[in-house]
């Protein structure tokens, strides 16, 4: 069995920055995808941003230059620090971890992005 476990998150002003931390937990094959999704209100969940365990990554268009991922293989542990961040922001961030075939999620932290 697999846990999500996401931190962070809350309500910051736009041009502000929040970080989020998503640890793992379980059975977990050592090749493996980590990354962070989100659902704005009214939207389809959607990939914000993704990194392989040898340290390959992928971003939205929006969040390019703005958002970095990062991950602790040793923790388990998948980072996203988010900067200059816009109201189009605001959305539950759900961490995501794919694992041996099968796809995994957190629970999800909110995320307020006040104008």
């Known amino acids: 069995q697999v846990q999500l476990v996401e931190s962070g998150g809350g309500l910051v002003q736009a041009g502000g920055s929040l970080s989020l931390s998503c640890v793992a937990s379980?059975?977990?094959?050592?090749?493996?995808?980590m990354g962070w999704y989100r659902q704005g209100p009214g939207m389809q969940r959607e990939l914000v941003a993704r990194?392989?365990?040898?340290?390959?990554?992928g971003y939205a268009d929006s969040v390019k230059g703005r958002f970095t991922i990062s991950r602790d293989s040793a923790k388990n542990t998948v980072y996203l620090q988010m900067n200059n961040l816009k109201p189009e922001d605001t959305a539950v961030y759900y961490c995501?971890?794919?694992?041996?075939?099968?796809?995994?999620w957190g629970k999800g932290t909110r995320v307020t992005v006040s104008s």
């Open positions: 995501n971890l794919g694992s041996g075939g099968v796809n995994y």
């Open positions: 379980g059975s977990i094959f050592r090749t493996n995808f």
């Open positions: 990194i392989t365990s040898s340290g390959i990554t």
